[in-house]
């Protein structure tokens, strides 16, 4: 494993509020029997890098004959998803004709581009068994001249991901390159992703390659410069600093993301990413339209009896 070696464990030196740039602390959501801790976007920060949403997942347990998650059909433009789980399973289906179970580890980025349809959903056997699910999804703001791309899906299995392991840290390489790594999937803009499990003590330098890095806290608590670091918090970092984290006593499990800044801004409706109003209205018009034979908008093919209408606002 390369970490960097002109990275000191020891920095950064001085305090925390010179090297942590915003500290997030994620919105909680009940969506119908599980709930979602969402820190992308805020009012303190639209994006980190191209990643402009962030959503905790879970953990929530689904006895056995529960409903589960049944999220209907609905569409995307302008971006692309990254559905990561942690524990459990969950079924994807979208208007290419995909149909990929969704298993802890593996990385599942879906490119709206101009237009994409998808339905998550905990069916079949996996309702019958119950089970307990748990993850992440991230949404990635394209740049402006791949908003109006095709369509796209890919499922990288975990055991194509690389595992970089060296002193108490384990990590998962989800997407880009970091720590001298890269993984396997072609991405629109500079970025990265992983997934870091840090034994008690341990400590991780972020990567310096990148302009803009966070970390989301998913367990056990982290310090930086001497100030600490709790579950459910996403610490953004100031560009050019380097930076070490160092886990607390019962260790850490972390997502560090970030990568280049965009060009501009990005508005947000609904499901919709676009670098102008426009684009947002002109895919509102479409969905509500409903003609799924010779719109923009097809339903997934395997899940086409019903979908979620747009919102009136």
């Known amino acids: 494993m390369s970490w960097n070696p002109a ?58 004959g529960q409903r589960g998650i049944d999220i209907r059909p609905h569409p ?11 524990q459990g399973r969950l079924h994807h289906r979208d208007s290419l004709g995909t149909d990929q179970w969704i298993t802890p580890g593996a990385v599942n980025w879906m490119n709206a581009g101009y237009g994409i349809t998808h339905s998550e959903r905990t069916d ?8 307990l699910l748990s993850g992440i999804q991230t949404w990635v703001a394209l740049p402006e ?28 390489l989800v997407l880009g390159d970091a720590w001298g790594a890269r993984a396997p999937l072609d991405l629109p803009s500079e970025m990265f992703y992983a ?11 972020l990567p310096d390659n990148h302009e803009d890095r966070g970390v989301y806290v998913l367990q056990g608590e982290i310090s930086v410069a001497g100030e600490t670091y709790e579950a459910g918090r996403m610490l953004v970092f100031r560009p050019g600093d380097r930076i070490s984290l160092k886990a607390g006593g019962q260790g850490a499990r972390l997502m560090v ?3 280049a800044t965009m060009s501009g801004p990005r508005y947000i409706w609904w ?43």
């Open 124 to 131: 079949g056997d996996v309702r019958e068994r119950g089970q």
């Open 195 to 205: 997934d870091a499990k840090l034994d008690p003590g341990a400590q991780l330098p």
């Open 145 to 172: 001249e791949m908003e109006e791309g095709a369509a796209g899906f890919e499922h990288v299995g975990a055991e194509a991901l690389p595992e970089l392991e060296a002193e108490g840290k384990s990590v998962r």
């Open 7 to 64: 990275l000191d464990p020891e920095i950064p030196i001085g305090d925390a509020v010179d090297a942590i740039e915003t500290v997030i602390a994620p919105r909680a959501r009940d969506l119908g029997g599980f709930e979602v801790r969402r820190a992308l976007p805020s009012a303190k920060r639209q994006m980190v890098g191209p990643f402009i949403f962030f959503d905790q997942i879970g953990p929530v347990e689904f006895l056995s």
């Open 76 to 86: 995307h433009i302008g971006l692309a998803t990254v559905t990561y789980l942690l």
């Open 257 to 259: 993301l970030g990568g």
């Open 271 to 313: 499901n919709f990413v676009a670098s102008s109003r426009e684009k947002i209205e002109a895919a509102k018009e479409a969905w509500r339209a409903g003609d799924w034979a010779h719109g923009r908008f097809r339903l997934p093919p395997a899940d086409d009896a019903e979908f979620i209408p747009a919102p009136e606002r």
